[in-house]
């Protein structure tokens, strides 16, 4: 939010001026390589696209675009949607955390980043920039984040300033629990000043790996006290971490994972399982539309007003998912506490129908 200061007769006025960054989000990753093309995109569910993934090239720490797509995303995506803004999303969980870590290191290197993501999303007409560092986890890495948010935050004031654009968002995803990674070394201050807001993925608490039981993937709340979405956002994020609720996003996952039950029978939250287990169509992490495929082919449906998620189940076969159900929670938790707004990963794995994306889109309001 920007400060105008209007002197009259000795008394200021303050002008609150709501920038973009202000305005709700409802925001969806659109992933290149899941099989949705950009104009299949029904873009008027949202507010924000995320395009993913750019690379961070660990040479020459410049951009590399993994697909031609990219150079043609916003205006295949704005068709539908002239208001829509579109970020170039960079790294994810397959680039790792070393190439970001070396780069932020160095104030050279830091530069060329810098340097290279404002020219590529200039060029490629994307109206912002998305970090996906996964995950920094060291104070080094913490001091250095902070150091290149300042700087990154600066160069798209004077990119902005010297070309008479309208200043690049600036985003990023990050950790929504202690289950995934250390919070502590996010630089919550240099967050909270230069990003216009962080996309919090609180999902994949709980996954099917080593559990003895089913599980739900990703809780809004836990009464058992453990991980949960509430937990990340409210305890950890804006608690403990001091970023205000309007810098931050609630993450919706439109896939899910399975489990293998112990006892057909036996088929609750918290049943007994043996590890993952797999659907006909989308295996052990199933999208949303895979999922719904196991449905329509006899799976039982069951939602958790306690946890706040969604479960499936057929003979041995467990999954747990957000449904419309979750979702509208979900969305209607992030309002009533004045979350931004919310986003998806990944709208690749929605159904034909767009159910979740515009479940949520609803559940917000205008």
């Not at 919706?252 to 489990?259: D, N, Q, T």
Request: hydrophobic fraction near 35%; aromatic fraction near 14%.
């Amino acid at each position: 939010m920007s400060r105008l200061y209007i002197e009259i007769f000795d008394i200021y006025i303050y002008i609150y001026i709501y920038s973009n960054a202000e305005a709700a989000v409802k925001g969806g990753y659109w992933y290149y390589d899941s099989g949705l093309d950009p104009s299949d995109i029904d873009s008027s569910y949202f507010t924000h696209l995320f395009c993913a993934f750019a690379q961070l090239d660990s040479t020459t720490n410049h951009l590399t675009l993994p697909s031609t797509a990219f150079s043609t995303f916003t205006q295949t995506v704005l068709q539908n949607n002239p208001s829509l803004k579109t970020l170039l999303s960079i790294g994810g969980g397959g680039n790792g955390s070393a190439p970001f870590s070396t780069m932020a290191n160095n104030s050279t290197s830091r530069k060329a980043f810098i340097d290279s993501s404002i020219q590529v999303a200039r060029s490629n007409k994307f109206h912002g920039l998305d970090l996906d560092w996964e995950y920094p986890s060291s104070d080094t890495d913490k001091t250095n984040l902070g150091l290149l948010l300042n700087e990154w935050r600066a160069a798209i004031a004077q990119e902005a300033s010297s070309s008479g654009n309208t200043p690049l968002l600036l985003s990023a995803a990050v950790a929504g629990s202690n289950q995934i990674t250390n919070l502590q070394y996010y630089p919550a201050e240099e967050i909270a000043s230069n990003m216009d807001w962080v996309n919090v993925m609180v999902y994949d608490l709980f996954v099917p790996d080593g559990a003895g039981s089913t599980q739900p993937p990703a809780p809004l709340y836990n009464p058992t006290g453990l991980f949960s979405g509430d937990q990340g956002i409210n305890g950890s994020w804006i608690n403990q971490l001091g970023v205000p609720p309007n810098k931050l996003a609630i993450g919706l996952p439109f896939y899910g994972y399975a489990w293998t039950l112990v006892d057909a029978n036996a088929h609750g939250l918290f049943a007994g399982a043996n590890g993952a287990g797999s659907i006909p169509s989308g295996g052990s992490i199933p999208v949303y539309r895979d999922i719904r495929s196991f449905i329509n082919n006899g799976a039982q449906t069951v939602y958790n007003s306690t946890y706040v998620t969604n479960y499936c189940y057929s003979g041995t076969t467990w999954v747990g998912y957000d449904d419309t159900q979750s979702v509208s929670a979900k969305v209607s938790y992030a309002k009533e506490r004045g979350l931004i707004g919310y986003f998806a990963w990944q709208i690749g794995g929605d159904d034909n129908n767009w159910t979740l994306s515009k479940t949520a889109s609803d559940a917000w309001g205008s």
